[in-house]
Every structure is written in structure tokens, then in C-alpha cells.
């Protein structure tokens, strides 16, 4: 089965610190994923996606993600984190070919301090 | 046009009334989906429609009554729901056939009293 993990609730930082979300998956075949960031009280916005190729993805707002197969993991990276990126972050599987929908994990909460 | 567009943002319905959630896109995705987001809580997929037809329902309560009348609509049609229902309903599109990710639109925030 299908199933993503993300194991930090809830993360605290400062602003100009790096960051690193983690999220760790079981998929049974090539993995699609997905990082994406929601505001409170908003819908979500993608901000990466990986299908094959590279390992390294870029995004949209200066965060970057690597697939690593052997870990089953694809964690979010930020070099310096401003306040405004203080949100909810999800990290999802899928489409398979198989299903339409997307499997998201239980997300990380950011906070970001002065 | 690259959004998905979810009207209204915010409703407050009791017990008895009929209500519907509205979600429109123009970018040509033939497949639609509503997720319900109870707070704190991942997204929950509800309904999956492919080329205008019912494709998933993930075993959603029949008070729930989704409809599609055309490749850019999508509605959520609700009656006599339980507080329990009050959640953000998220609207979100896709491209079959193209591993692109949803784009979703911002969400209705039901409260049902």
C-alpha cells in the first residue's frame, strides 16, 4: 500500500536559517512526488514535483527537494528561510497509474521566529 | 487562466438547509476532485471525477452529492449535514494522462450549526 510519512508535527526555526522538511514513502512502483505548502485558511499551492531524471528539483519560492531511492525519502530544503514561509507544509504520492488521487502525508507545521 | 476558482469562501448552513459548493477551471483539466480538510488533518480525498463521470467516491456519505455538467464545473451539492461536516472543502484539477500535480483552488470553509 501507499503511504507517506512525515515525521516532524511541527518545526520552529529563525528567519535566515536553513531548513529541511522531512517525508518518507512506501510505493510499490516509480514514485511521483510532491511537496506542497499551505497557508492557514488556504488552499494548497505546489510548490515541487519529481517524476524521474534528476534527483535534485527545484521550486517555486527557493525550495529545492532530493529523491533518494535508497531511503525512500524526498525532504524539502530551504538555505534561509524567510517569515513568510511560516505555513503548513504536505508532502504527497501519486497519481499512480492505477488510482487518481493523491496520498498525502499528515503535513509539518513551520514556524518561523524573528 | 491557470486557477481554480471555489465560490463561496465561507458558508454557515443549519442542520436542515440545502446548500451547494461551486468550483470552476479553464485549463482544460478533464479530471476534478473534492477533498474535505478537517483542521489540523491532511487533505481527504472525496470524489474523483475523470471526463465528467464519477470515477471515485471514496465511500462519502449520501448527504454529499457531487455533480459535474461540464469539463470546467464541478459542484458539491449538501444536505442535512452534521456539525461534524463543518470542514474546508477543497476543489482541485488535474491533467489526465499527465503526472503534473493538482492544482487546487483556495477552498469553501463550511460550518454547519
Known amino acids: 500500500a501507499q503511504s507517506v510519512t512525515q515525521p516532524d508535527i511541527h518545526i520552529t526555526v529563525s528567519e535566515g536559517a536553513s531548513l529541511e522538511l522531512r517525508c518518507n514513502y512506501s510505493y510499490g512502483a516509480t514514485p511521483y512526488l510532491f511537496w506542497y505548502v499551505q497557508s492557514p485558511g488556504q488552499g494548497l499551492q505546489l510548490l515541487l514535483k519529481y517524476f524521474s531524471g534528476d534527483t535534485l528539483v527545484q521550486g517555486i519560492k527557493g525550495f529545492e527537494a532530493e529523491f533518494k531511492r535508497s531511503q525512500s525519502s524526498f525532504n524539502l530544503r530551504k538555505p534561509s528561510v524567510h517569515w513568510s514561509d511560516a505555513a503548513e507544509y504536505f508532502c504527497a504520492v501519486g497519481p499512480s497509474y492505477n488510482t487518481d488521487k493523491l496520498i498525502f502525508g499528515t503535513g509539518t507545521r513551520l514556524q518561523v521566529f524573528p | 487562466d491557470t486557477e481554480v476558482t471555489q465560490t463561496p469562501k465561507h458558508l454557515v448552513m443549519g442542520m436542515t438547509n440545502k446548500k451547494s459548493l461551486k468550483c470552476e477551471q479553464h485549463?482544460?483539466?478533464?479530471?476534478m476532485y473534492w477533498y474535505k480538510q478537517k483542521a489540523k488533518k491532511p487533505p481527504e480525498l472525496m470524489f474523483v471525477?475523470?471526463?465528467?463521470?464519477?470515477?471515485i467516491n471514496e465511500s462519502v456519505p449520501s448527504r454529499f452529492s457531487p455533480e459535474c455538467p461540464n469539463s470546467s464545473l464541478l459542484n458539491l451539492h449538501l444536505h442535512a449535514l452534521q456539525p461534524e461536516d463543518s470542514a474546508l472543502y477543497l476543489c482541485?484539477?488535474?491533467?489526465?494522462?499527465?503526472?503534473?500535480?493538482?492544482?487546487f483552488g483556495s477552498g469553501t470553509r463550511l460550518t454547519v450549526v
Open positions: 471525477y475523470s471526463y465528467e463521470k464519477l470515477s
Open positions: 482541485a484539477s488535474s491533467q489526465l494522462g499527465q503526472i503534473e500535480g493538482y492544482t
Open positions: 485549463m482544460g483539466h478533464r479530471a
